[in-house]
């Protein structure tokens, strides 16, 4: 029973740290009506629809099918390098960072292996990194590309084109500096590269599946956007993954949603406790940025744009911080970490390697993107 525990804490260490703070809280603000108002079950709902409808996406095998067809092209190693760290950085836009690397750095690891060591020795690690930066700036375009963005947007009261363009100069900037990066490290590997699968992924014997699941994709997008309730869209896809394919619902991410439960008790008894409101304002308010950057270093950035959030009222700087605060440590986005276990399963003896290049790649684009937000802002 410890060792469960142990290995469930591990696992699971944000969602207990954020219910450890929300119980502290109680001591502090008994449990009234006023906490149901803590709880925003708009981003709750639009985020388990989202989960939803990519899970079913992923299963139908939409995203390996226009993976192997841009592979199916490519003939240089420079070739290789930035289709897959291009895949992870535009797919994350609308499937979310955490699908993008779920998704991409597993396919990745299996391309990589067909174009033997000669380019998998110099290719492995950067190609992961930059896949996990990829998408972690990738996502920051759109409400829907991370759960920071999704619960930012809603709460700012921001239209969704207004969000885009807060964030375009940022993405645009990132992009670039992806592409310079990647080229430069696929100089490691000067000699031709071939991709051919033995076995193509189909999308045929999906169809009804395939065509529900766009639906809901569709209709989240909707939701996102403020068209359609979100009580009707959680409705009418929990109805839908229901009948479609059960399963589905066992790919969600509950521990995320239940993480944001925790967040939101615990932020909202702050904001009840003068002394702390006070004072967490003072340290925020005007410094946005550098605050969401920082706080992201410690706790992730979902966890800082929740707890940040309520004492700031200029709410896009913010976004800007915590976006931008994903990068840096390891645990400064919990996408990170899916890339991390999920190459060290893999390839263990990259582990010190995988490392220090991720801190050092990281820092180098928080670095720049950082300078530029600090400009661009005034």
Same mark, same amino acid.
């Given at each position: 029973?410890?060792?469960?525990?142990?290995?469930?804490?591990?696992?699971?260490?944000?969602?207990?740290a954020a219910f450890l703070l929300a119980?502290?809280?109680?001591?502090?603000?008994?449990?009234?009506?006023?906490?149901?108002?803590?709880?925003?079950?708009?981003?709750?709902?639009?985020?388990?629809?989202?989960?939803?409808?990519?899970?079913?996406?992923?299963?139908?095998?939409?995203?390996?099918?226009?993976?192997?067809?841009?592979?199916?092209?490519?003939?240089?190693?420079?070739?290789?390098?930035?289709?897959?760290?291009?895949?992870?950085?535009?797919?994350?836009?609308?499937?979310?960072?955490?699908?993008?690397?779920?998704?991409?750095?597993?396919?990745?690891?299996?391309?990589?292996?067909?174009?033997?060591?000669?380019?998998?020795?110099?290719?492995?690690?950067?190609?992961?990194?930059?896949?996990?930066?990829?998408?972690?700036?990738?996502?920051?375009?759109?409400?829907?590309?991370?759960?920071q963005n999704l619960y930012l947007y809603?709460? /700012? *009261?921001?239209?969704?084109? #207004?969000? @885009?363009?807060?964030?375009?100069?940022?993405?645009? !900037?990132?992009?670039? $500096? %992806? +592409?310079?990066?990647?080229?430069?490290?696929?100089?490691?590997?000067?000699?031709?590269?071939?991709v051919s699968f033995a076995q193509r992924?189909?999308?045929?014997?999906?169809?009804?599946?395939?065509?529900?699941?766009?639906?809901?994709?569709?209709?989240?997008?909707?939701?996102?956007?403020?068209?359609?309730?979100?009580?009707?869209?959680?409705?009418?896809?929990?109805?839908?993954?229901?009948?479609?394919?059960?399963?589905?619902?066992?790919?969600?991410?509950?521990?995320?949603?239940?993480?944001?439960?925790?967040?939101?008790?615990?932020?909202?008894?702050?904001?009840?406790?003068?002394?702390?409101?006070?004072?967490?304002?003072?340290?925020? /308010? *005007?410094?946005?940025?550098? #605050?969401? @950057?920082?706080?992201?270093?410690?706790?992730?950035? !979902?966890?800082?744009? $929740? %707890? +940040?959030?309520?004492?700031?009222?200029?709410?896009?700087?913010?976004?800007?911080?915590?976006?931008?605060?994903?990068?840096?440590?390891?645990?400064?986005?919990?996408?990170?970490?899916?890339?991390?276990?999920?190459?060290?399963?893999?390839?263990?003896?990259?582990?010190?390697?995988?490392?220090?290049?991720?801190?050092?790649?990281?820092?180098?684009?928080?670095?720049?993107?950082?300078?530029?937000?600090?400009?661009?802002?005034?």
């Amino acid at each position: 029973m410890k060792e469960k525990l142990i290995q469930f804490f591990k696992r699971e260490t944000v969602l207990c740290a954020a219910f450890l703070l929300a119980v502290v809280s109680l001591f502090f603000v008994p449990p009234d009506r006023e906490y149901l108002d803590y709880v925003d079950f708009r981003t709750l709902s639009i985020l388990f629809c989202l989960m939803g409808a990519m899970s079913g996406l992923q299963t139908c095998g939409v995203f390996e099918c226009a993976a192997q067809a841009l592979l199916g092209r490519v003939k240089r190693a420079w070739q290789l390098v930035l289709t897959l760290v291009l895949l992870c950085f535009f797919s994350s836009m609308l499937v979310t960072n955490d699908v993008a690397l779920i998704t991409f750095v597993p396919f990745t690891l299996i391309v990589l292996g067909m174009v033997g060591p000669e380019a998998k020795g110099p290719l492995l690690v950067p190609t992961v990194v930059l896949q996990t930066i990829a998408a972690n700036l990738g996502s920051m375009l759109t409400p829907i590309g991370n759960p920071q963005n999704l619960y930012l947007y809603g709460k /700012s *009261g921001l239209s969704l084109g #207004a969000f @885009v363009l807060l964030m375009l100069p940022y993405t645009l !900037v990132s992009l670039f $500096l %992806l +592409l310079i990066w990647s080229l430069f490290q696929a100089r490691a590997c000067r000699g031709p590269v071939q991709v051919s699968f033995a076995q193509r992924a189909k999308l045929s014997g999906h169809g009804p599946r395939l065509a529900a699941y766009s639906a809901l994709f569709v209709l989240n997008l909707l939701t996102v956007a403020r068209v359609i309730p979100y009580g009707v869209a959680l409705g009418v896809t929990a109805a839908a993954l229901f009948l479609a394919d059960r399963t589905i619902f066992r790919r969600i991410d509950y521990s995320l949603l239940l993480t944001f439960v925790g967040f939101f008790i615990f932020i909202g008894n702050l904001g009840r406790l003068p002394a702390f409101s006070r004072m967490l304002q003072q340290i925020v /308010s *005007g410094h946005e940025i550098l #605050a969401g @950057v920082a706080a992201s270093q410690i706790i992730s950035n !979902v966890p800082a744009a $929740l %707890l +940040l959030s309520g004492f700031t009222r200029d709410l896009p700087a913010l976004a800007v911080g915590v976006n931008l605060g994903g990068l840096g440590t390891l645990i400064a986005s919990m996408a990170s970490l899916i890339s991390y276990k999920l190459l060290v399963r893999e390839e263990g003896q990259v582990k010190g390697r995988y490392f220090r290049y991720f801190t050092v790649a990281n820092l180098c684009f928080l670095a720049i993107l950082l300078a530029f937000a600090l400009v661009w802002r005034g």
